[in-house]
């Protein structure tokens, strides 16, 4: 069974960071493009941050982010750990959400359960 679980969610000041995970099983985190989004009460979910799939093609893959957390987040993957990751600095209140964690490969689309992120002004 594909399994994706976030953590490392929690309370930070503005201007901390946190470093979220998204550990997974089932699948191997090089063949998916691994995305994380954030949704905040009321709100829609929005992309954050993504890094494509490992095909082979350049030394390394293509990461993309959102422009409100542009020089603050930085997207990782962890291939022998089968891990994702988003260390997160710079923390804002607006950075309040929850974040998810989403794989996808060509028709396969997997969520994890989610991880709560509040920073405090």
């Known amino acids: 069974e594909v399994q994706l679980v976030e953590s490392g969610g929690g309370l930070a000041q503005a201007g901390g960071s946190l470093r979220l995970s998204c550990s997974t099983s089932?699948?191997?985190?090089?063949?998916?493009?691994i995305s994380w989004f954030r949704q905040a009460p009321g709100k829609a979910r929005e992309g954050v941050s993504c890094i494509s799939s490992d095909d082979g093609s350049s030394s390394h893959s293509t990461t993309t982010y959102a422009d409100s957390v542009k020089g603050r987040f930085t997207i990782s993957r962890d291939g022998a750990k089968n891990a994702v990751y988003l260390q997160m600095n710079s923390l804002k209140p607006e950075d309040t959400a929850v974040f998810y964690c989403?794989?996808?490969?060509?028709?396969?689309?997997?969520w994890g359960q989610g991880t709560q992120v509040t920073v405090s002004s």
């Open positions: 989403n794989a996808n490969s060509r028709g396969l689309n997997y």
């Open positions: 089932g699948l191997a985190v090089e063949a998916f493009a």
